[in-house]
């Protein structure tokens, strides 16, 4: 399973952490039925269930209680194999252990529903229904629901512990399959539109059955494309591992602005990444009214999210009130554009007004930086929370409602107007799409160039150890004040491509819970980085949607912030770096080096004892 | 994770790739994406010059073909997640309600697949429209909740040549002041059950100053659009009557401690308190107010979206005032189900185990029987084949008049106000008795 | 190495300790042993791995193998707590006394896990006799306190969990020489009511001075192994720490 | 000679302790100074005060005659005045040629509106910075240069890290370097290395240096001169020799016997 | 704010119409003295229950160094426990004809839940991030906060509900301690007697007993605390058991206060008491109180004695700016806030 690191073989082996026992058998499937449990009575299963997954035999209401006992069957039955021991064999006892958790948890679901049946909860909670006893009992009787459940659960829970029987590549290959047979189905509504688009609708008639989810030979196709990409890929990559062992070791980038500047030096890499700018450039036109509007929607959070990078990312400020610059953007473009607006009545052409936007938007940036940019980490973070509301209330006011229009908004913002070519707003997110796209790029090289300039090292040093940075001669005050403001730059450009794209603007589009999106963003792609900042823009907006904006999972739209939080929580526990993180090991990284890392660490703690306390103590570290 | 990108590197690839070819493949495409963008492209292939029966609609919209087997598809577009989900959720499942309880149309079922969220905001009703407008197949939409989510999302619709009725949208500024002026947010296609608050405020006002007599009034709105709209349009015409006005002012959504604000209030020792907000501030402003020095006396005053049972159940609901449409509907039946009102609210409390949360639950399921209607006059059969004509559906619903739904009586002016105009004030005398109270019309205001 | 008596059980006893951070070998076969009523020190310049070797006395750290005996019993997997029941208890480096807590209750989370009041009471007045200066600031916060009653409030925490060896992290660091000298005595005066001392110190002299045995370490590994006189006059001792 | 530093009568006191006590201290231009003590003995607190990190409560600090007492750390740096820290404090997420590059923040002036613009002054500022950071690795061999220039200054061995630290110094081109600890953590032959190196920073890049240190053998070759701290205070100064036999010195080291009662 | 506060009322008492009115708006509504002095009374109440969930704010920031974003939350289903229970035994006759069991009953069991709550929460998001970077429990407590939200929405639905009455006797304006011709509501005074009482037993707790002892010994330095034999991780378990166990007390008296509830109840509270946490200096009991205290009263006074005089159309509007402004005005002048300590070593690194 694992390979054994030659610099680890120091460490004493240590005996395998996994042992089964009846006790943690039944604490996990406990565990398991408590998830069935708790899934069912927040309504999942009962509101999906009218959708199918594969048409007819697996709905999405049961799909989404299905995967439950496979992780813990999956889960219950893992070895932890520790360095230097050998991994017990799988036998037919992971199978049954498995089985045992999934029919536990399945048994739990079977006495949710008899208590259904025998009690009225339904007053505090919603979802204590009938339809959810039907769901459970397959409107056959209860007798019929519990065993049934024990079933599901006990294969289910079997399938997922005897995935540990098959051989690792079988078992990636089963699991590719699965995901991209739910995927596929979940995502009827974009593939068909981007099939549309390829002039494929026959690939979508195909495989999608007429009301909802894939029809099984559908399901069936998808699968074995699946499984033949997987093959091609596992084939390409190892051809190219065996060229790479053949040639030395090349230099390779460890941060972004050497990742990318080195990426492009590489003739290959320069074809690549320009084959995806044109790839990007023709996609629009193949894509329906959905995906153009979901992307510029990606497109409108990714600029907020490039900007929040530099601010969190690249300076290491935790700002949770970064709506306000979204919000005054959005604001002075529709007051500059709008013949409605009621305070200022040039009407702009956007593009003379954006100029306005960057300029007020940096003023912001400073009045609202200029204070809060000394303060320490968590206060500065409620600090600008505390300005985002300001921010939002006064928008909101009746007290400056002249101004700003107060709960009315402004609306009948024009849209965007392209010398000639097309007047960019709502009704046509293919244009729009191009518009934010042609901001994102320019807030990606705005990003590129300033982190690989004197400036974004100084924004990187003081991310690192603000005092050493300030040691090493560089205004903290200064360089952070300037991220602070590049931030607000960047987002107000997003905010006034919002207000042309919507076309109305109010407060209530400027809550708290926006800046926690962006930040989730950031944090979940990896700060500090340009690409995992694209990619949690992609995942987050494109997949589970917006705070006011739909996803591709529309029918979870509204669990998507119950979601968000599980995921927030799973990223930070078991992959805080982010989903690209900013750094990566060197493939080159010396063993002797490697023990000298772990030396200094002991070292360094060693010395932090010393440095924090007795006279040492008062110096700010 | 370096192997991983570099599978990701391959996919990237290959997808390019695909997407290049996809676009050298033919220079038409740009032509036929246009195409897509356009009503529909049925008309080409299948001109409804000859049309096999008899309908409604000349064409010009395009004809939706659903083959046999396949469902009507119409869409509910309410507020259903969010703070707002108060309001949008008995819209949707009353939208749901009424497909059901209308049946089939010649034949073929209906669905409204998906719930759609607007989100209660222009934006999520704006990409809400366009998953709408993208698929050719969806002839009507009901919703949104919100006026905001209307006003993104009406240029869409209208511009893709479908209908939109909402039950719960009230801004003037989405059809007409009722006197033949477009509003500024008017768009074609878009129609309504709800009333246009227009008159709303101006009856409140009239019967305050006029009925009640008294010459000083406050307001307090939440900062919604509709609530501020209401409560301004309320001052406006207080004013205009030769009342006095003595504060105007907002509370927060989420604001509980009502003491600032009535305080605020009270200052100017006001006749009447005029609210028109929703649960919970609501709530608080009812239980708070009498406790304040100053307003002891004062007569509270609310608007429809108060006038819900979790509302009116407390007691200290008691002796308000509340304007809104008539929500009389009590026996009214709804032409095309034939179910009454009351027969549909005890569907609904069975089926989701809770009274509807706000008042628009039977103004949208009226919306949803007038499409249905409008589709099934523009709708005919041909090779098993349903063929609905949209422009046949607009005729329809813009000829509708005399149509008895659970609301009342329904028929459509020129910018999509379908709904009664009559604004009814109640009091509410005891929480014990809530119907009575509903019943309990003290004044009526029409234009 | 000789140990008072052959036949007297250690207090406390490292056998064959091995450490690692990470893959990185710390404390190298370290073998030593603490008798009732005796006062040791191990000496060495930075880094040699002292304070590792208080850790692992105390089970702030897992050795990798060997074991840590006290009184007879293996403690090696047994938590700190369990060990300070037992007797065990160290003033650390640079007393780390909690400073935002006043003297008094300082002194009582010495006392953490007793629970015989008087038993407490009657110690508490022990260190008050002690330390006639710290029973004056007893409401005092422990932070606002000199540097050499800080040292004496550490001490009294220790004591007040009954130790029967005391284990002591560089006692005379950060202090002004004179407290130092009186540090030193106070050490005397705690050994001399008969409780084992164990000092880690990188004062040689001084420490020497007052102790019975001593070890040197260096890099990890135990280099001199003597008695304090010894010690003292081995030139490879000034040599470990001035340079050769 | 030209008195580069000049501390007069420094006192530094935390929370009513004291930790530097009428100090008095000077290094002259072109100078290897050492500071040793045991420890505990305010040598780090010392370093932080000349740096502008810790603020004195009494005293004066004058760099070129002029006081630095109460500047900014950066604009202590921007004077010529650079370190490096005890406990090796790099940017541990940035590579080995950007440590060096961020260090000459101080002596460059190119903005964002150039780095957007990619205007010719920043680029050719941007060469410049590259090259002379190339130039002070290049200083330590071949150890930090070639692939690891783009390595994350967190892979590095720890001996490479204190020498990464020492060129992040000398990136800020200063005329006073302050060492704290350079060759601690280092096996013998690279201390050997790196007490050669010392003596070329001067005699190559004419910096003066003050330097703590623990290592006597480091001490003794590289030193002009040699300053013993004892709780904050200066006990000993003058050449190695002089101080090593200095009987207060060996005694503020191996302490003093007690009396035994 | 809070002496502003006083000083209004002091010259209300001398004249009965506001002399702080007529700033820079001569039109501004004049207070006068008994709507003040209702101001200042529900400014308390609010205050007081911001302190008490900023409690919770304070102890995990004390003892784990981070700010726990879904303490909020805690204190939300407290709220949603108690409504439950009351709502259940007002069904079943109980809440009218025995009102005060179940009341306690009710009490009990808000507390058990949110206490039980907030330790579930240390136990799978927080404890295996100990020892990482602040930021990423922060980052957690966030997601966290977003999970319980929805987690009730998706259980009780996103409506509002409503306690069932309370007597009258609670309810009827009483004359608070013995100024005469002060009559305020009985629950404001419960309220304000009950946060009174749990502080005192807290501060009790804390600063008396052994285990508060403990408490504030690994809040200082865990090495350490765990040298004199205390176990570290059941401590902190504690600490969150006990800032739960407040969150539930201010979760039972903003029931009985506001008798409605709502699953976003807890975002906005929670934000005010983590504003009132930082506004007292974090980390600091009675710091917290006062940061709360003077939250309430600045949101309650603020608008109507600054911003009215000052011609802000609509002043109770922007209450909640009044409170952010004041954080930041606060900070500005003292960076650790009112009564912060200095910054201890670790809180550095």
């Known amino acids: 399973m694992s390979t054994i690191d030659t610099a680890h073989s120091m460490a004493a082996p240590t005996a395998a952490t996994w042992s089964p026992s009846i006790k943690r058998l039944a604490q996990t499937a406990a565990l398991c039925g408590l998830g069935l449990v708790f899934i069912s009575l927040i309504g999942m299963p009962v509101k999906l269930n009218s959708r199918a997954l594969i048409e007819p035999i697996l709905s999405r209401g049961y799909a989404s209680l299905a995967w439950v006992p496979v992780m813990f069957g999956y889960v219950v039955t893992k070895q932890v194999v520790l360095e230097g021991m050998v991994a017990q064999k799988r036998g037919a006892s992971d199978v049954a252990e498995g089985a045992i958790v999934g029919a536990g948890g399945g048994l739990l679901l079977g006495i949710l529903g008899i208590l259904i049946d025998n009690f009225d909860l339904r007053d505090p909670l919603l979802n204590w229904s009938p339809q959810l006893l039907e769901f459970i009992t397959f409107g056959n009787g209860l007798g019929f629901g519990v065993m049934i459940w024990v079933v599901i659960g006990g294969l289910s829970g079997a399938a997922g512990a005897g995935l540990h029987l098959l051989p690792a590549t079988i078992r990636r290959f089963i699991m590719v399959i699965v995901v991209a047979v739910v995927g596929i189905s979940f995502l009827e509504t974009a593939a068909t539109d981007l099939l549309q688009g390829l002039r494929l609708e026959f690939v979508s008639d195909g495989i999608y059955s007429k009301t909802s989810g894939l029809t099984i030979k559908g399901s069936v196709i998808t699968g074995a494309i699946a499984a033949v990409a997987l093959y091609g890929s596992q084939q390409l990559q190892q051809r190219r591992l065996t060229r790479l062992s053949q040639a030395p070791p090349a230099a390779s980038g460890f941060t972004p602005g050497a990742a990318i500047l080195n990426s492009f030096g590489d003739a290959r890499s320069r074809l690549k990444v320009g084959l995806g700018i044109l790839a990007l450039i023709l996609l629009p036109m193949v894509l329906g009214g959905i995906m153009n509007e979901l992307l510029a929607n990606v497109g409108l959070f990714l600029l907020l999210a490039l900007g929040l990078n530099i601010v969190v990312g690249l300076a290491g400020i935790l700002d949770l009130g970064y709506v306000a610059f979204f919000a005054v953007g959005g604001y002075t473009a529709a007051v500059l554009t709008s013949p409605n607006s009621p305070w200022l009545t040039p009407e702009l052409p956007w593009f003379v007004a954006i100029f306005i936007v960057v300029v007020v938007a940096a003023i912001v940036g400073l009045l609202i930086g200029a204070p809060v940019i000394r303060m320490r980490g968590d206060y500065l973070a409620i600090v600008t929370l505390g300005f985002g509301e300001i921010i939002r209330l006064l928008f909101l006011s009746d007290w400056l409602s002249p101004m700003f229009g107060g709960a009315q908004g402004i609306t009948n913002i024009p849209g965007v107007q392209v010398a000639g070519l097309a007047n960019v707003k709502g009704t046509d997110p293919r244009a729009v799409f191009y518009l934010v796209m042609a901001f994102c790029a320019f807030a990606i090289y705005v990003s590129w160039r300033l982190e690989g300039s004197r400036l974004g090292r100084a924004w990187m040093a003081i991310r690192e150890d603000e005092s050493v940075a300030e040691a090493m001669g560089i205004n903290t005050v200064n360089a952070k004040l300037m991220a602070f403001v590049t931030g607000a730059i960047l987002a107000s450009l997003s905010g006034a491509i919002f207000a042309a794209k919507v076309g109305s603007i109010f407060p209530s589009s400027f809550e708290i819970l926006v800046s926690v999106i962006i930040l989730v963003i950031v944090i979940v792609g990896g700060m500090g980085r340009i690409a995992g900042v694209m990619v949690g823009a992609a995942v987050l907006i494109g997949v589970l949607g917006g705070p006011s904006q739909p996803g591709l999972l529309q029918e979870l739209a509204e669990y998507k912030l119950l979601i968000y939080g599980a995921l927030l929580v799973w990223m930070m526990l078991k992959r805080p770096e982010g989903l690209l993180p900013n750094v990566r090991r060197s493939r080159e990284l010396h063993g002797d080096e490697l023990t000298q890392d772990a030396w200094i660490k002991s070292q360094v703690a060693a010395q932090d004892e010393i440095d924090s306390d007795g006279a040492g103590s008062e110096v700010p570290s | 994770m370096i192997r991983n990108q570099k599978r990701l590197g391959v996919i990237g690839i290959a997808l390019s790739l695909t997407l290049v070819a996809a676009a050298c493949g033919g220079d038409d495409d740009s032509a036929n994406v246009d195409a897509t963008t356009a009503p529909t492209t049925q008309p080409a292939a299948e001109p409804a010059a000859e049309p096999a029966a008899e309908h409604l609609g000349d064409g010009s919209l395009g004809v939706v073909t659903v083959a046999a087997g396949e469902q009507i598809q119409i869409r509910s577009l309410e507020a259903i997640t969010g703070d707002v989900a108060f309001l949008g959720v008995p819209n949707d499942r009353a939208t749901i309600l009424a497909v059901a309880d209308y049946g089939q149309i010649n034949g073929f079922d209906v669905t409204t697949g998906t719930s759609l969220d607007d989100l209660c905001s222009a934006e999520g009703g704006q990409a809400a429209a366009q998953t709408i407008v993208s698929d050719e197949q969806v002839v009507g939409v009901i919703g949104t909740s919100c006026s905001g989510a209307a006003t993104a999302a009406g240029p869409l619709i209208s511009e893709s040549g479908g209908v939109m009725l909402s039950g719960s949208n009230t801004s003037p500024a989405l059809t007409s002041d009722l006197i033949g002026n477009a509003g500024d947010n008017y768009n074609v296609g878009y129609y309504r059950t709800a009333h246009n608050d227009l008159f709303q405020g101006a009856a409140m006002a009239d019967f305050v100053f006029n009925e009640l007599g008294f010459t000083t009034a406050a307001a307090i709105h939440d900062g919604d659009p509709y609530t501020q709209g209401l409560a301004q349009a309320f001052a406006t015409a207080f004013e205009e009557l030769g009342g006095t006005v003595t504060a105007f002012t907002g509370v927060g959504k989420d604001d509980t401690d009502m003491v600032p604000v009535l305080t605020e209030v009270a200052a100017g020792s006001p006749e009447a308190l005029f609210f028109p907000i929703f649960q919970p501030a609501g709530d608080f402003i009812a239980a708070q107010a009498p406790g304040i020095a100053g307003l002891e006396n004062t007569q509270l005053l609310a608007a429809d979206g108060l006038l819900v049972d979790g509302f009116l159940q407390i007691p200290e609901s008691e002796g308000m ?127 | 190495m000789n140990p008072p008596a052959s036949d007297v059980v250690p207090l406390l006893e490292l056998r064959g300790i091995n450490t690692h951070y990470g893959p990185v070998h710390i404390l190298k076969d370290i073998e030593l042993a603490i008798y009732p009523g005796e006062l040791v020190c191990l000496l060495g310049g930075n880094a040699s791995g002292k304070s590792t070797t208080l850790k692992t006395l105390l089970g702030m750290v897992k050795p990798t193998t060997g074991q840590v005996v006290l009184d007879g019993e293996d403690v090696t997997a047994k938590p700190t707590s369990y060990r300070v029941q037992r007797g065990v208890t160290m003033v650390p480096e640079n007393r780390r006394l909690f400073k935002r807590l006043s003297v008094k209750e300082n002194l009582e989370l010495g006392a953490y896990l007793r629970n015989d009041r008087d038993g407490i009471a009657r110690d508490l007045e022990r260190i008050y006799e002690m330390f006639p200066r710290v029973s004056e600031r007893l409401s005092q916060r422990a932070g606002t306190l000199s540097g050499g009653e800080q040292q004496m409030v550490a001490m009294g925490r220790a004591l007040m969990a009954q130790p029967r060896v005391l284990l002591m992290d560089e006692p005379s660091m950060g202090l002004a020489p004179a407290l130092v000298q009186t540090n030193f005595e106070l050490i005397q005066q705690i050994h001399e009511s008969g409780v084992a001392i164990f000092m880690v110190e990188q004062n040689a002299n001084m420490a020497l001075s007052i102790a019975d045995r001593g070890w040197v370490l260096q890099t990890g590994r135990v280099v001199l192994d003597d008695t304090a006189a010894a010690l003292m006059s081995n030139p490879e001792l000034r040599a470990s720490y001035l340079g050769g | 000679m030209n008195r580069l530093l000049d501390i007069r009568n420094l006192g530094v006191v935390f929370g009513g302790l004291s930790a530097m006590n009428d100090l008095n201290f000077h290094v002259d231009e072109g100078e290897i100074v050492s500071v040793i003590g045991p420890n505990g003995a305010g040598k780090t607190t010392f370093f932080n005060t000349i740096t502008g990190l810790v603020h004195p409560t009494s005293g004066d600090i004058l760099f070129e005659g002029s006081s630095i007492v109460g500047l900014d750390p950066s604009a202590i740096t921007a004077l010529g005045i650079a370190r490096t820290f005890q406990n090796v404090r790099l940017f541990a997420n940035m590579t080995v040629l950007e440590n060096v590059m961020v260090s000459q923040h101080c002596r460059t002036k190119q903005g964002a509106f150039g780095a957007l613009l990619n205007t010719k002054a920043f680029r050719q500022e941007e060469q410049e910075i590259r090259e002379r950071a190339h130039e002070v690795l290049s200083f330590f061999g071949s150890r930090l240069i070639g692939y690891r220039l783009d390595q994350p200054a967190y892979v590095l061995s720890y001996a490479n890290r204190r020498r990464l630290e020492i060129a992040r110094a000398m990136g800020t081109q200063p005329r006073l370097l302050l060492l704290d600890e350079p060759v601690a953590g280092m096996n013998p032959k690279e201390t050997e290395e790196l007490t050669k190196l010392i003596g070329r920073l001067r005699s190559e890049w004419g910096f003066t240096i003050v330097i703590i240190e623990h290592d006597m053998n480091v001490v003794r070759d590289v030193s002009d001169r040699v300053v013993v701290l004892d709780h904050g205070e200066t006990i000993a100064q003058g050449s190695f020799d002089e101080v090593s036999s200095d009987p207060q010195v060996i005694e503020a080291y191996l302490g003093r016997p007690v009396e035994k009662k | 704010m809070l002496v502003i506060g006083l000083l209004a009322f002091v010259a209300q008492q001398i004249n009965p119409t506001n002399p702080f009115a007529s700033w820079v708006n001569p039109d501004a509504n004049r207070l006068t003295g008994p709507a003040l002095r209702d101001l200042i009374i529900s400014g308390l109440n609010l205050g007081v229950m911001y302190g008490l969930i900023a409690l919770g704010y304070s102890m995990v920031y004390g003892v784990l160094g981070f700010i726990n974003f879904a303490h909020g939350e805690v204190f939300m289903v407290a709220v949603m426990s108690s409504w439950i229970t009351s709502e259940k035994l007002f069904e079943a006759g109980l809440w009218e004809d025995f009102f005060i069991p179940s ?70 304006r009483r004359t608070l301690l013995w100024i005469p011709g002060v009559e305020v509501e009985g629950t404001k005074i419960l309220v304000l007697v009950v946060a009174g009482v749990s502080m005192a037993m807290l501060w009790y707790y804390v600063e008396r007993t052994k285990t508060g002892k403990a408490m504030r010994a690994v809040a200082e330095d865990k090495e350490i605390a765990a040298l004199m034999g205390i176990d570290v991780d059941k401590t902190i378990v504690r600490t969150f058991a006990i800032g739960g166990a407040m969150a539930g007390v201010a979760g039972i008296l903003w029931g009985l206060l506001f008798r409605s509830v709502v699953a976003t109840t807890g975002f906005l509270p929670g934000i005010k008491a983590f504003t009132a946490a930082v506004v007292g200096g974090v980390g600091n009991l009675g710091g917290s109180m006062a940061g709360g205290v003077s939250l309430g009263t600045a949101e309650s006074l603020g608008p109507l004695l600054l911003l009215e005089p000052m011609g802000v159309k609509g002043p109770t509007q922007l209450k909640d700016a009044v409170a952010f402004v004041l954080l930041i005005a606060v900070l500005l002048f003292k960076p650790s806030g009112l009564f912060g300590e200095r910054l201890s070593a670790e809180d550095r690194t």
Not at chain 5, 126 to 140: K, V
Not at chain 5, 145 to 159: E, K
Request: glycine fraction near 8%; charged fraction near 15%.
């Open chain 2, 321 to 447: 005032y509340f304007s809104g449409p008539d929500v009389r509907f009590g026996e009214n039946v709804n032409q095309s189900t034939g179910k009454t009102a009351a027969e549909v609210l005890a569907a609904y409390q069975s089926e989701y185990g809770e009274p509807p949360s706000a008042p628009f639950w039977g103004h949208s399921y009226d919306a949803t029987t007038l499409l249905l209607d409008a589709v099934k006059a523009a709708s005919w059969v041909e090779d098993g084949s349903l063929m609905i004509d949209r422009a046949g559906i607009r005729e329809s619903l813009n000829s509708t008049s005399g149509y008895s739904g659970l609301i009342g009586t329904l028929s459509c002016d020129d910018f999509g106000d379908c709904g009664s105009q009559k604004i009814t004030i109640i009091k509410h005398d005891s929480s014990a008795d809530i119907e009575a109270s509903k019943a309990n019309v003290v004044f009526e205001f029409a234009p």
């Open chain 5, 103 to 172: 009341l306690l009953l009710t009490v009990m069991i808000a507390i058990v839940v949110s206490t039980t709550t907030a330790v579930v929460m240390e136990r799978i998001a927080y404890r295996p991030l100990r020892g990482s970077p602040r930021l990423i429990p922060l980052i957690t407590s966030i997601g966290v906060s977003f999970f319980l939200q929805n987690v009730a929405i998706g259980l009780f639905g996103p409506g509002a509900k409503r306690y069932p009455q309370l007597p009258e006797w609670l309810t009827a």
